[in-house]
């Protein structure tokens, strides 16, 4: 009996480590699209953001609602399978990293829902087993007035986000006669470490050729944080209070010509700092106060890689009684930098008083949040215009 018990044990330990292999591959390959697919979705011209993140709750939720060969092109786009082996074999897992009441947490708010017309009858059951996933997560919505359409759709984000979020879909978003729209939208909201007590007014440099933005609002502060450089790109990881996350902000060293964009930095590069090649680094460090929020409509690059979601007579049976189709697909991100209760300084006799290194980002760079305990890419975006005085 012993024998049976320490056995039992042995494989509970060993199942548990193994899911935890499974997922971290998961990140792995998550973390690899993230800084894949954000050239594709970027335009390059202005602050974008999104979240590979909850990204995942939105594919999650359309693959719970497919069957059979939808299902599994569905789970190999979204990278829940590949050749070999099912690296997620349940949703029980993502439980852990993401509440269930579909509302509020300390640091993220956010909604994910699938908006379904009212004509449709979507079956109980379905909403029963997703419930254990994300609360509420099927929407009914008037399929005859895009007006109340839209109007829906906001209140839901407006409501599971506490009006921190609001308004950000209208009637141009919304295809003729849809049957499945799918929306997540998400923010963050934590305090650095660093408290931003001192900031300067001085241009922001758009291109290599000159062209600048004068009185652009820099927060200052001489912080110890971990640092890596490469001939290109300097980077500096900024943690938040409760260290769980932290802020990586990647720097290139020569200011970009416009057509060069932000697109250098991939997932080989994000991997070289993963590996430990870090120093721990004194700066003085600034970098602009910034409020970025995007909404991207995802469905020309979920048609162009999973085409079948969008094609006539795409298996959503699970989901409804006759079988419709994926009409339309958004991500709503916002991530901001601010500080309160902060003074003006002067740029050149803050350079005269401390000589040491200045990490000062004067110019356009690319910026994420991780997740500290195991290196998840949480939001990705870029910053190119900064707000002036």
Same mark, same amino acid.
């Given at each position: 009996m012993k024998k049976i018990l320490i056995f039992i044990l042995f494989m509970s330990i060993f199942s548990a480590f193994s899911q935890d292999i499974d997922y971290l591959n998961y990140i792995d390959l998550r973390n %690899? $699209?993230?800084? %894949? #697919?954000y050239k594709f979705l970027f335009t390059? #011209?202005?602050? $974008?953001?999104y979240s590979p993140?909850?990204?995942t709750f939105q594919y999650t939720q359309l693959y719970l609602a497919t069957k059979k060969g939808t299902n599994r092109n569905l789970a190999s786009f979204a990278l829940f399978i590949d050749d070999k082996a099912i690296h997620i074999k349940n949703t029980k897992l993502y439980q852990l990293l993401i509440p269930s009441d579909n509302s509020v947490t300390k640091k993220f708010k956010y909604s994910i829902n699938i908006f379904l017309p009212d004509t449709l009858k979507y079956l109980k059951s379905y909403q029963k087993n997703f419930d254990s996933l994300i609360a509420d997560t099927l929407i009914p919505y008037n399929a005859k007035d895009k007006n109340l359409a839209v109007k829906k759709i906001n209140s839901v984000i407006s409501k599971n986000t506490f009006s921190d979020i609001n308004n950000v879909f209208d009637t141009s978003m919304i295809s003729d006669n849809p049957d499945i729209i799918s929306v997540s939208a998400a923010t963050f909201d934590e305090k650095l470490l660093y408290n931003f007590t001192n900031y300067v007014y001085a241009p922001f440099y758009l291109d290599s050729m000159g062209h600048s933005i004068e009185n652009v609002k820099y927060l200052y502060s001489d912080v110890t944080v971990r640092y890596a450089e490469s001939p290109t790109y300097k980077i500096i990881f900024l943690p938040y209070e409760d260290n769980d996350f932290s802020l990586a902000i990647v720097l290139p060293k020569k200011i970009l010509k416009i057509d060069t964009n932000l697109n250098f930095f991939n997932f080989e590069t994000f991997k070289m700092w993963e590996s430990n090649q870090l120093e721990i680094k004194r700066l003085n460090?600034?970098?602009?106060e910034f409020h970025t929020e995007s909404i991207i409509n995802l469905k020309p690059f979920v048609s162009k890689y999973c085409p079948v979601l969008f094609q006539k007579g795409a298996n959503y049976t699970s989901l409804v009684k006759r079988i419709v189709t994926l009409t339309d697909i958004y991500q709503y991100s916002k991530f901001e930098i601010k500080a309160e209760n902060n003074n003006l300084k002067e740029l050149n006799r803050l350079r005269n008083k401390n000589k040491d290194e200045y990490f000062y980002a004067n110019h356009p760079f690319i910026y994420f949040l991780i997740n500290e305990k195991n290196h998840e890419v949480i939001f990705l975006g870029t910053f190119i215009n900064p707000e002036t005085k």
């Open positions: %690899k $699209e993230a800084f %894949k #697919s390059f #011209s202005q602050n $974008e953001v993140y909850f990204l460090l600034l970098i602009p």
